[in-house]
């Protein structure tokens, strides 16, 4: 199971730090990335982190202001919002392979969802 967590209002520029909680797998052996969706529109992939060496992955409309780490022993994987625009409002979601162990931005590779946390940024 993935939960995530801190979302919320924001004003623009300002900051945010998403969490993704992760139970009943072996998160520790998978990549773990953060997608979002905005009203009216597809879902798009934010981030990928892997799970043996850290590499991270970012959409080029976040490169710069978001940063993703993880936390093997807490099973957690946070993503930091920096900078942030009106457009980065979403809903953002977590996302774990069942069966791959390689980063993407493409959510059908993706089999274990968590069921989202809204990031509202407006002034």
């Known amino acids: 199971e993935l939960v995530e967590s801190g979302g919320g209002l924001a004003r623009p520029g300002e900051s945010l730090r998403l969490a993704c909680a992760a139970s009943g797998f072996n998160f520790d052996r998978y990549p773990v990335a953060w997608f979002r969706q905005a009203p009216g529109k597809e879902r798009e992939g934010v981030s990928c982190?892997?799970?043996?060496?850290?590499?991270?992955y970012y959409a080029d409309s976040v490169k710069g202001r978001f940063t993703t780490s993880r936390d093997n022993n807490r099973n957690k994987v946070y993503l930091q919002l920096t900078d942030l625009k009106p457009e980065d409002t979403a809903v953002y979601y977590c996302?774990?392979?069942?069966?791959?162990?390689?980063?993407?931005?493409?959510?059908?590779?993706?089999?274990?969802w968590g069921r989202g946390t809204q990031v509202t940024v407006a002034s």
């Open positions: 982190i892997t799970w043996h060496d850290l590499t991270t």
């Open positions: 996302a774990a392979p069942a069966f791959k162990n390689t980063c993407s931005l493409v959510d059908s590779a993706f089999e274990m």
